[in-house]
């Protein structure tokens, strides 16, 4: 069964700080993971990775895939109130067209 | 262009009743997938559909839930004699023809079942 397993769970930390949260997966026939960010509604696409190496950026985030080791990292550097929020990664197999999520990080960030 | 539209945001049901839960995809999306999300847990997948096709429905439980999504109109799922494990934020996603993955999701309908 395809697993999706996310670390911390929880992550407090001070405005300003890096943050470094975590993704591992098992999968059959991998195609692409992807990171939501989850206020109190909707999940709102942050990336998709598909190949091994090769990083993601969008401002103050940014995202990178070992498909060899079977990870992906997300990180914030010079975190901001706005920035708590759940983290949810997710998985997609070949040929299945739903995603395996993981149980999210819930990351505050403290001013 | 409008997103994803789930209604209702929130819906209170005794146990026993029904609950019907709405979702209208982006505009030229005709993939509709529904998402269950219990208290602190992540999102587990129920049911994939396309225009009047139930495509995947392997995270449906099998009794009490169906899901449809017609022709015209919002893709609907629906819940019979609904009971307290039922509570749950149920989220609908969809995504253009022939892709499956960036999949862009509602607000989501809050069930709390009393």
């Known amino acids: 069964e395809d697993k999706v397993v996310q670390s911390p769970l929880s992550l407090v930390v001070h405005e300003g700080d890096t943050v470094t949260l975590n993704c591992s997966y098992e999968?059959?026939?991998?195609?692409?993971l992807l990171w939501y960010k989850q206020e109190k509604k909707a999940p709102t696409f942050l990336f998709m990775l598909t190949s091994s190496g090769i990083e993601k950026k969008s401002g103050r985030l940014s995202s990178i895939l070992d498909k060899k080791e079977l990870f992906s990292i997300l990180n914030i550097t010079a975190t901001q109130t706005g920035d708590s929020a759940i983290y949810l990664c997710?998985?997609?197999?070949?040929?299945?067209?739903?995603?395996?999520f993981g149980q999210g990080t819930r990351l505050t960030i403290n001013p | 262009n409008a997103g994803v539209m789930q209604n209702p945001r929130h819906l209170v049901r005794r146990r026993g009743q029904e609950a019907r839960l709405r979702c209208s995809p982006m505009k030229g999306h005709s993939h509709v997938y529904w998402y269950r999300q219990l208290p602190e847990e992540g999102l587990k997948f129920m049911v994939y559909l396309q225009k009047e096709n139930i495509i995947d429905e392997s995270g449906m439980p099998k009794e009490r839930f169906s899901a449809e999504f017609p022709k015209e109109g919002p893709s609907i799922l629906r819940i019979q004699q609904v009971v307290r494990g039922d509570s749950a934020a149920y989220f609908c996603?969809?995504?253009?023809?022939?892709?499956?993955?960036?999949?862009?999701f509602g607000p989501g309908t809050r069930l709390t079942v009393t």
């Open positions: 997710a998985v997609f197999g070949q040929g299945a067209q739903k995603l395996v």
């Open positions: 999968v059959t026939n991998f195609r692409s």
């Open positions: 996603a969809s995504s253009p023809i022939g892709q499956g993955y960036e999949q862009y």
